[in-house]
């Protein structure tokens, strides 16, 4: 579920509430009742956190192709290219 924050044009009370896409936008400032409007934000970001969503290598920084038989990029055989070769 989204936050969205809020700022009240006759307090100045900034305040965030949790509310589904689909909700209206508040109208009312929870404190004097004057008319709020919602703020535009930056957002977030997200990171997803599971193995198979990243190409770099999994196992201490080496190569995969050691641990699967493949590198980062699918290659049977080092591809001279970072991150697939290890340092000497």
Do not use: W
Request: charged share 25%; glycine share 14%.
């Amino acid at each position: 579920m989204p936050t969205y924050e809020y700022e009240c044009e006759a307090c100045g009370l900034t305040f965030e509430r949790g509310q589904a896409i689909t909700d209206p936008p508040l109208t009312e400032c929870p404190e004097c009742r004057g008319n709020i409007r919602r703020l535009v934000s930056g957002g977030a970001g997200f990171i997803l956190k599971n193995a198979g969503s990243s190409k770099s290598p999994q196992h201490g920084g080496s190569c995969s192709l050691e641990h699967s038989g493949r590198t980062c990029c699918g290659r049977e055989e080092r591809c001279g290219k970072p991150p697939c070769n290890t340092p000497s």
